[in-house]
């Protein structure tokens, strides 16, 4: 069931809120101990929530999403409820507020199911940096389930939760939305609020949506989007009607598809069901154009100068002062920040906040984020340069299907190669999905859509399109049908 | 198991090799306020200097004239709200995170002897 089917089943009294509710939290009961997609269930704060839209719903009151269960990747502030952002820093961290994501959608009604795991402060392309320990992918238990939203994938595909939020810097919706079959939408930078999301790269990150269909995740953008006085990046632009937009037919569209993106490095199989997708929207009266972005394949480098760089100055604030972990017996006040920090965040998160301050450094900064932010430009300018031609890109949204946990966690280089097809729409604040197009050796793959900014509207209309005409989106994986 | 390595073939260039010290490493871990330990630092050393050599490939794009990119949105205007007092006192709650208080003070490790 769909949030917005299971919506329509509580508006004509089919069954209550209460009991759907009920239903999530036994299958997330039974399931979660080999999935590990939740880091904390609030079955209390769902049991009351679920009431309370019931009791809406029977006033006459109430939207398309009343009392729809919904869980919150744990990168949102949960007002009394730990926000963990999947790492030992914040292990202790009881947020004394919610996010603006978090509040918008608690007033359309939705239910609270609990806190998803995700790789540690969203740095990772596997949920294998999570301090609580990495998600298994529904679809094949040995297998990542994409990162770094994994744990809201993983709960989502496995039905654990209709729909769940996320966040993508670099990929961290679109990427694990493709490797568990689902639909990952991620809006344009500043179109959902940031408040109270816990910033990793703050000109990159944005919330988004992991959902069952394109009518799902135009429902849950349309409640949580607009402008937030308490984000500054947040742009004033009108919130439309997203599901009244589905219908938008195919004709006439003109889809980009970018040559760079079918290089070597994609695995065939991917590249097979892709391929079959583009003919599909061609049937449904596309036109397909083929261009080249030149300087997309510089994407990868950008990010892993951009991304560590604001990571490094995003992160200073854990201090073991005010809040999150700290050391025992500290010294003097350098041994409490140096080893409060080197005990509270992992790896790969020590790795990234290393790498930006080396790149911000004195004499390193014109060499290395300087550049970077040029190149920025340039990539920038490709996409600029190709919607004055098309109306949607489209590609891969992943080089492969899901890989097996273990495989890549020593090795950074080729982790971050994982985002090579999604970075370059947060590098230029795009809009981008991610869709079912089909299965490799019983492994879900994803094709990717990409628009100017605020083309969410067109984006959904061709992901609805396609999910119209295809049931890729349907597929259960087999342990969990 | 597919080799990911392919995925180089579609860049431009490799990147230089880039070699960073142990003592290179425990500058910026210190910059970085970041304790790491002897096991640890010669991980670093290597994974550090393979993400410099791998992002040194910028250095071959040609960006004269390029003005560095700050945000995704053109034309973005700072909002401003009126100048009012929209918060309330929550100290004792956001102190309830906190590892260590008294009299509603932070305390950390004396600083001036």
Not at chain 1, 120 to 134: C, D, I, K, V
Not at chain 1, 267 to 290: H, N
Not at chain 2, 19 to 39: F, H, M, P
Not at chain 2, 80 to 107: F, K
Request: glycine share 10%; net charge negative; aromatic share 8%.
């Amino acid at each position: 069931m769909t949030a917005a089917e299971i919506g329509r089943d509580l508006h004509t009294g089919k069954y209550t809120s209460i009991e759907v509710t009920r239903h999530f939290l036994e299958r997330i009961d039974r399931a979660n101990q080999s999935l590990n997609a939740f880091i904390t269930v609030t079955p209390e704060r769902a049991m009351a929530d679920a009431a309370r839209a019931d009791a809406r719903i029977a006033r006459g009151e109430g939207g398309p999403l009343t009392g729809v269960p919904l869980a919150h990747k744990d990168i949102f502030c949960t007002d009394g409820v730990l926000t963990s952002c999947g790492s030992r820093m914040l292990s202790n961290f009881v947020a004394p507020y919610d996010a603006t994501v978090v509040e918008r959608l608690a007033a359309a009604g939705m239910v609270m199911l609990g806190k998803t795991n995700m790789d540690e402060f969203a740095m990772g392309s596997s949920n294998e940096t999570s301090w609580y320990g990495p998600v298994r992918n529904p679809w094949d238990g040995t297998r990542v389930p994409g990162g770094s939203s994994g744990g809201s994938a993983a709960a989502v595909a496995a039905r654990l939760a209709p729909v769940a939020t996320g966040t993508d810097t670099g990929g961290s919706i679109r990427q694990p939305g493709a490797l568990t079959g689902l639909t990952g939408f991620k809006p344009t930078y500043g179109r959902v609020s940031r408040y109270g999301m816990v910033a990793f790269a703050s000109s990159l990150d944005q919330a988004g949506i992991l959902a069952q269909s394109a009518e799902d995740a135009a429902l849950v953008l349309g409640a949580m989007a607009g402008h937030d006085a308490r984000d500054s990046t947040s742009v004033a632009v009108p919130v439309p009607d997203y599901a009244a937009g589905l219908g938008r037919p195919m004709k006439g569209l003109r889809i980009g598809i970018i040559r760079e993106f079918f290089g070597e490095g994609l695995e065939e199989g991917t590249g097979r069901a892709v391929r079959t997708a583009l003919e599909g929207f061609s049937a449904m009266g596309a036109t397909l154009v083929e261009l080249s972005l030149p300087n997309l394949p510089l994407s990868v480098p950008t990010y892993y100068v951009v991304a560590p760089a604001e990571c490094s100055s995003n992160l200073s604030r854990f201090d073991g002062v005010r809040f999150g972990h700290r050391c025992s017996e500290p010294r003097d006040l350098l041994d409490l920040y140096r080893r409060s920090r080197g005990e509270g965040f992992g790896a790969e998160v020590k790795r990234r906040i290393m790498t930006g301050t080396y790149v911000l450094s004195a004499g390193y900064y014109d060499a290395y984020y300087l550049k970077a932010q040029k190149v920025r430009s340039l990539i920038n300018a490709d996409f600029r340069r190709a919607f004055s031609e098309v109306d949607v890109l489209m590609g891969p949204t992943t080089p492969t299907p899901a890989f097996a946990i273990g495989a890549k966690v020593d090795d950074p280089i080729t982790m971050y190669l994982n985002d090579i097809y999604t970075i370059g729409a947060n590098l230029a604040g795009l809009p981008a999905v991610s869709v079912p197009c089909g299965l490799v050796d019983g492994l879900p793959v994803g094709l990717q859509i990409i628009g100017p900014h605020f083309a969410e509207e067109r984006l959904l209309a061709a992901a609805h399109a396609w999910q119209l005409e295809t049931d890729w989106h349907r597929k259960l994986p087999p342990l969990f049908a | 198991m597919y080799d990911f390595r392919q995925v180089f073939g579609i860049f431009p260039a490799f990147g230089a090799i880039v070699t960073l010290t142990r003592r290179d490493v425990e500058g910026i871990a210190l910059l970085a306020r970041l304790e790491i330990t002897e096991q640890e630092l010669p991980v670093y050393v290597e994974s550090l200097s393979r993400i410099l050599g791998f992002v040194d490939q910028l250095s071959a794009a040609v960006t004269d004239g390029v003005e560095p990119m700050a945000h995704p949105l053109e034309n973005q205007v700072q909002s401003l709200r009126d100048d009012l007092v929209t918060e309330s006192d929550r100290r004792d709650c956001y102190q309830g995170n906190a590892p260590l208080v008294a009299a509603g003070l932070y305390l950390v490790p004396k600083v001036i002897e």
